[in-house]
Structure formats: C-alpha cells, structure tokens
C-alpha cells in the first residue's frame, strides 16, 4: 500500500505563446516512510511534481492521492523545505518554526516544546530567540526543515533544499535530514540536480526527462540506509 499514489498525472500550463506540457503520464507511488529523490535536468518537471503533492498547483489529468484522499487545496499533509530559506525576516527562529501551526489556531505550551525538540534536533537550541538574520545560511535552512516538521505532516517535500549552500554544508546537511527521517520516520520526496545526493539520501531515486516531463527510470539504491 502506497501513502502517496500518483496515477497517469498529466499537466499542462497555458502560456501566452502556447501550452507547455510539464508532466505527461507520470505513475509513481510512494510506501509510508520511505525517501524518494526525484533527480532530472532543469525543465523536467520536478518542482511542478511536487508543487502538485503539495497542493500548490492543480493538474490537468490523472489523479494523485495521499493516504487515499485526493491531492487538492493545501491541508497541511505535506511540509514544504523550498531551494531559499522563506523565514520570516521579523519572527525570531522560534516563532517562524511555530508559524505552519500559528497560522491555524492558537499555539500551546505544547507546540512550543514540539519545536523546541525539532530546533534541539538540528543543533539550533541556542538559536531560538534569534532572529534570520543572525544565522547563516545552512542554518536558516535548517530551521526551515524544522518548520516543515511542525504540524506533522505525512509527506516532507523539499525542493532543492540545499542547492544555493556550499558544498561542506551541503553535505553535513544530507546527513542531518538522513537522521530526521530516521528518527521522525517521515515519509519524504527530495528533489535535487546532484546524483551523490539523491544516492545517499534515498531509497528509490526517479529519474526523470524533459519535453514533457516525464519519468525515465527508478532506481532501487541497493545499499538502504538503516
Ligand atoms: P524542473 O523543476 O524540473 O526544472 P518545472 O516543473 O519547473 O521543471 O518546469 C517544467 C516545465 O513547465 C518547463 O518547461 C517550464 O518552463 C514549465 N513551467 C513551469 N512552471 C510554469 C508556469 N507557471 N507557467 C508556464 N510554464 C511553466
Ligand atoms: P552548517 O549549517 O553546516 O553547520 P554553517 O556554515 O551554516 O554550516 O555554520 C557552521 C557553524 O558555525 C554553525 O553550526 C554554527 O555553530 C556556527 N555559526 C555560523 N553562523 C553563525 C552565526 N551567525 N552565529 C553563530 N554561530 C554561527
């Protein structure tokens, strides 16, 4: 049984100067706890993929469900990681962690130490009244993983999370996630431009081609991280 379930989904932008097709019959599932890396050159679908699991953008045909409900306005099932750090510059490191929930209702003591542990688990429990600025960019990064944690979601989606970081951070920030999704046994869907990453950090890494998008391959990574 997969969570996510992504059946002959199609999709279609109209631009001014025509149609582009950025998806054409993509099939894909995903099993509760698995890491997914979808891995392709510029242009082939990957951020409109996940934009789509996350209810950030329709599709035109096909279907795509999570835990058998269909993927339709953002209800929070996903946690989103973009290739920018997107924290609020004026909320300290605490409260942009918190937002997803504070958005939502009213946050408790709870939710407070919920975050707490999640910044505590990324080495930023010294950081939580600071605000972005006073952190670097691997940092930030990091702080905004946490925040894609928050409310639990079923799925984490990072698209490119670390492609704008050098490459030492890039790396000590592949082995940090290798151990969120081991202790929080999230299921998660990374897309990335570097093949070490989507090997060392996934169970399965889809590849995909452009005009259209679409998957070329999947790829079982032999030597599972356990
Ligand atoms: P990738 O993330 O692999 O670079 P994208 O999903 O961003 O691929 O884009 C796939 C195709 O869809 C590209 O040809 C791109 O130009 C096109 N595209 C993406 N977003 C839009 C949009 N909002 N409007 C029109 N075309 C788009
Ligand atoms: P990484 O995010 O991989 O740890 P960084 O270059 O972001 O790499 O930071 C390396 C370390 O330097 C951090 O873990 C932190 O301990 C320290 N550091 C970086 N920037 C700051 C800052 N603005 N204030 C305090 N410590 C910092």
Redesign the pocket.
């Known amino acids: 049984m997969s969570l996510i379930e992504i059946s002959d989904l199609s999709k279609t932008?109209q631009?001014r100067t025509g149609d582009?097709t950025?998806l054409s019959h993509v099939d894909l599932g995903i099993a509760e706890g698995e890491f997914v890396s979808i891995l392709?050159?510029?242009?082939?679908?990957?951020?409109?993929?996940l934009r789509i699991l996350a209810g950030l953008e329709g599709h035109t045909a096909g279907t795509a469900t999570i835990a058998d409900v269909p993927i339709g306005a953002p209800r929070g099932e996903a946690g989103m990681v973009f290739q920018k750090a997107t924290l609020l510059p004026w909320l300290n490191i605490l409260d942009n962690v918190l937002l997803p929930l504070s958005l939502r209702r009213r946050v408790t003591g709870a939710d407070r130490t919920h975050a707490r542990t999640l910044l505590t688990m990324v080495g930023l429990e010294d950081f939580t009244t600071k605000h972005p600025h006073e952190l670097s960019g691997g940092m930030q990064q990091r702080a905004a993983i946490c925040r894609a944690l928050v409310h639990d979601p079923a799925v984490l989606l990072m698209d490119e999370p670390f492609g704008a970081l050098d490459a030492m951070t890039r790396d000590a920030l592949n082995v940090e996630v290798n151990r969120i999704w081991r202790e929080t046994g999230t299921t998660a869907v990374l897309?990335t431009h570097s093949i070490s990453e989507a090997v060392f950090l996934a169970e399965r890494v889809v590849v995909?081609t452009?005009r259209p998008?679409r998957i070329a391959e999947i790829i079982d990574i032999p030597f599972g991280k356990t």
């Open positions: 932008y631009t582009v950025a392709g050159p510029s242009g082939c679908g990957k951020t409109t993929l897309i995909m452009p998008g």
